[in-house]
């Protein structure tokens, strides 16, 4: 192992054992996530030692805790979405150095390209330990640097809801500024593409239930907002906004229950960026519809590592300041799941690892 040095030279203390939280089984409850103490990881060849400083969670982190998660195991570190410090580096390792900070890439293997079905065996927090622990052992080529205007907390929203958003608008066919987007609801990708479709020069029409978040999206730019639990019919609501045209870009986290009234507000040659599914499951939508004028979807598995790379520099270039609902402490992280599960969130919810 290289001797731990920090940017000024000096030697970070690197306890012997740290706490991580870990899943004893699962449940909605989550009764099961415990705080353990474990031995202090040593990194082998290529491998990083982070301290972490912040984690976010993620929709699928809520799926992850009552064991619905394709391939998790009791035991597992949970959590994706981390920043931190580099506190170790062992053998090879020419990525990073101790003192960087740094961001952990959702899928550590996977690096650029299509993703492959090998590349999904490698989800943090999913089908290997996450992040959300005091010290966290890396693949260097599972990190990239955090970039200096952006603070551990809101590095830690990034990797997985804003390199979706990221790929939602830029991984299909190409978004030109003056284009028209929909988003839905005000969770954490919907929100990331709601603040990167403004940035590219769109027009973003934005759903959501409550009327309090409804002000809160204008205020971050939304050029108009309609809320579903008012309107049922909110599909024909988004395209009368557009003067019967339809929009260009659907960024559907909704699913199914919300696919079909997606498709019904859609442009000619538009694309839907199938995303998510927080509107549930159980719909059944007609196949014809898919075979609406040009339309094309487009089916989103986050991003790889240049993914992330590449939001980075946006993020840095355009100075995105993500929108962090609320900060939990790290002995309060169930508290933090109960939060995102009640919906009231607007944005990130974020556990500080300090
Ligand atoms: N494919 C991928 O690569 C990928 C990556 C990341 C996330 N996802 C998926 O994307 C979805 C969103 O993830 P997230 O982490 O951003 O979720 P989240 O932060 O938990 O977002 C929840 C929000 O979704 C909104 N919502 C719920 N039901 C809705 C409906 N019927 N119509 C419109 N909006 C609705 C609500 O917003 P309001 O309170 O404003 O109504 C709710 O607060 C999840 O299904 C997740 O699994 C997929």
């Known amino acids: 192992m290289r001797a731990p040095l920090n940017e000024t030279g000096a030697t970070p203390i690197v306890p012997n054992t740290m706490k991580a939280y870990h899943f004893e089984a699962f449940n909605d409850a989550l009764a099961s996530l415990r705080l353990r103490e474990d031995p202090m990881p040593s990194p082998g060849m290529g491998q990083v030692v982070v301290r972490m400083r912040a984690t976010s969670l993620n929709y699928r982190d809520l799926l992850a805790a009552s064991g619905q998660l394709p391939g998790i195991k009791p035991g597992l570190i ?80 990034l990797p997985c809801a804003a390199v979706t958003a990221w790929s939602a608008l830029h991984c299909g066919l190409p978004l030109l500024a003056g284009q028209t987007v929909l988003v839905q609801g005000t969770g954490g990708v919907s929100i990331f593409a709601l603040q990167l479709a403004k940035s590219f020069g769109c027009r973003v029409i934005a759903t959501t239930s409550s009327a309090e978040k409804a002000g809160r999206l204008r205020q971050l730019g939304a050029d108009e907002v309609v809320n579903y639990a008012q309107v049922p019919e909110w599909g024909a609501a988004v395209r009368e906004l557009t003067g019967g045209r339809g929009v260009d870009r659907v960024v559907e986290v909704g699913g199914p229950g919300t696919l079909e009234q997606s498709i019904g507000c859609t442009a000619f040659n538009a694309q839907i960026a199938l995303v998510g599914f927080v509107g549930g499951l159980g719909a059944q939508i007609n196949p014809r519809l898919l075979m609406r004028g040009g339309l094309s979807t487009h089916s989103i598995a986050v991003g790889s590592r240049t993914d992330l790379a590449k939001l980075l520099a946006a993020a840095e270039a355009t100075q995105l300041r993500p929108v962090i609902d609320r900060v939990f402490a790290f002995s309060q992280a169930p508290d933090a799941y109960r939060h995102l599960q009640s919906r009231r969130h607007f944005g990130k919810v974020v556990i500080n690892v300090d």
Do not use: C, H, K
């Open 78 to 157: 949970p959590l994706s979405d981390g920043a931190g410090e580099v506190v170790a580096v062992g053998e090879a390792v020419y990525r990073v150095r101790p003192g960087d900070r740094v961001v952990a890439a959702f899928n550590p293997t996977w690096i650029s390209g299509r993703p492959e079905v090998e590349f999904m065996r490698a989800m943090l927090g999913g089908t290997v330990d996450g992040v959300l622990a005091e010290y966290v052992m890396l693949d260097q080529q599972g990190l990239e640097r955090l970039p200096d205007g952006l603070s551990f907390q809101e590095g830690a929203t």
